[in-house]
């Protein structure tokens, strides 16, 4: 039998529970055409002060029965070290354009507490600066701060950065000290506001853009200045901030949400849904593409080096919120495979897209982790993040796909997708997501330039499109060892299940 058939043997083997119906993809790996660096700020989070994001998600205090590390879950901690997360964005989201950074320092016993008035309820501060610069620096984790523009000012801006950077005997590197904190932390990114032209304010994009520069004035080098971006496809907000303030600008935000049946009044449900909704999440998850193109070709026309960075600083799906937690949502194999589809996208934008941070990191949308009291479960989300931690600061290379493509009714998708990068000690890492819920594929990748002779890798699938994790069955979606890989005359042959993400190390 042949190298191949043997394969789509095997193929078949894999998912024997589900029927087979393999065909053969054509994947060509372009070893001898490196692109740019994936940058690892690629893979970053996002924390709100919302729902149970921060509290009982990251932040349980000192005198918790729930095992922490001076307040922080040790669990959550551990978790999150573990994937890498390179750089954390708080406080915000809405709530930035609301807050106040002197609530959040000092005896937490003596902040006060203010109404939240982006997510209901109040905000008793109790997790605030020192809280997030340590649990940022605890983690490994770059931190990016999200700045109030739309009740804040320049001065309230600048007095927060130097709380936190200041290095001599200023009244408010002292009171920090005070606070507990001797030595400065390290502040690497600042977000100029957020969602100006909605939550942070409701601007024009030419009032926004002369705000951007007053602010971004007096932000010290080197912390890098973010632009507040356009929503989803408002090409318009990005071409009018960078002609007015793409001198001053560091990198430029992009917002975009994945809606299953694009009704933001009743979103579907995270784990009852049908093969439409799968689907629908699927083409918005590859919508990405587009959206980056179109951005970065307004960014072009007044930066053709690319010295300004695109930051999809919000990103993931959007689904009913589950019981009374805001934003609080499960996470099923359909959450996975579009995280991988929409990773896959910013690899091949590497040379643009330069950090981006999935909506949101704990217990909201699309979250890494969900959290009850005691018990901690991971998503299936965080395990694509999990597998694909081997493209950080990886070389891209570029990848081309020929293969049928997977149908629904009138919707059609690529029935592969695929991403490469080689990292620092010369392993390339390939990824093939298969898109179809249920026709499994042989793939034959051709490796130009690459010579390899050894390859392992992980696979991530389940049962059905809607399998979970929940706290009592937590492994239903993991990965597990991969065996249906093969490498023989720089071809790589893989039989990729159906609904599957499948990473591969070749050496």
């Known amino acids: 039998m042949s190298t191949w058939k043997s394969s789509l043997a095997a193929a078949c083997l894999l998912v024997s529970s589900y029927g087979c119906a393999a065909t053969e993809v054509q994947v060509t790996v372009h070893g001898d055409r490196p692109g740019a660096v994936i940058h690892r700020d690629i893979y970053g989070q996002f924390a709100e002060m919302l729902g149970r994001g921060i509290y009982d998600g990251i932040w349980v205090g000192e005198n918790s029965s729930i095992p922490n590390i001076h307040g922080y879950r040790k669990d959550v901690v551990d978790a999150l070290k573990e994937i890498k997360v390179p750089v954390v964005r708080w406080p915000g989201g809405c709530f930035a354009d609301q807050y106040d950074w002197r609530d959040g320092i000092g005896p937490r016993d003596k902040r006060p507490a203010r109404p939240n008035a982006s997510w209901g309820g109040e905000e008793r501060n109790q997790f605030g600066t020192n809280e997030f610069m340590d649990f940022a620096e605890l983690i490994g984790a770059k931190a990016y701060l999200s700045i109030n523009v739309g009740t804040g ?43 100006m032209w909605g939550c942070g304010g409701s601007m024009r994009p030419e009032f926004y853009a002369d705000a951007y520069r007053r602010y971004a004035t007096f932000v010290p080098k080197p912390i890098e200045r973010i632009a507040s971006g356009a929503n989803a496809d408002d090409v318009a907000w990005t071409d009018k901030v960078m002609a007015i303030a793409g001198k001053q600008i560091d990198a430029i935000s992009l917002h975009n949400y994945t809606i299953p049946t694009g009704d933001w009044a009743h979103k579907g449900s995270s784990t009852q849904f049908d093969e439409a909704q799968w689907m629908s999440v699927l083409q918005g998850a ?124 009138n919707a059609s998708v690529p029935g592969v997708h695929a991403t490469a990068g080689r990292d620092a000690a010369g392993v390339v890492h390939v990824a093939l997501v298969n898109l179809d819920p249920h026709r499994a594929d042989t793939v034959r990748v051709q490796l130009a330039g690459i010579k390899g002779v050894h390859v392992q890798g992980k696979v991530l699938t389940a049962p059905a499109m809607n399998s979970i994790n929940t706290f009592d069955q937590p492994h239903v979606v993991e990965p597990k060892a991969f065996d249906g890989a093969g490498l023989a005359d720089g071809v790589l042959t893989v039989a990729l299940p159906s609904k599957s993400v499948v990473v591969l190390d070749i050496r």
Do not use: C
């Open 153 to 195: 000012s320049p001065r309230e801006m600048s007095q927060w950065i130097e709380y936190i950077t200041a290095t001599g005997q200023t009244t408010l590197a002292q009171e920090r000290r005070a606070n507990g904190r001797d030595k400065p932390w390290k502040l690497d990114y600042v977000g100029i506001g957020n969602e």
């Open 286 to 409: 590859l919508r990405m593409d587009g959206l980056i193109a179109r951005h970065s070709a307004v960014m072009d026309k007044y930066d053709p080096a690319k010295r300004v960075a695109l930051a999809v600083d919000e990103w993931g799906n959007w689904e009913d919120q589950e019981g009374s937690d805001a934003l609080y949502q499960q996470n099923s194999l359909r959450d996975a495979i579009s995280a991988a589809i929409t990773l896959d996208i910013f690899h091949a934008h590497a040379d643009r897209v330069r950090m981006a941070n999935i909506a949101q990191m704990v217990n909201v949308l699309q979250a890494m982790i969900l959290t009850d009291k005691s018990k901690m479960v991971l998503t299936p989300t965080y395990y694509v993040f999990d597998l694909y931690k081997v493209f950080q600061d990886a070389t891209s290379l570029p990848v081309s796909v020929q293969g049928p493509v997977y149908r629904y009714g």
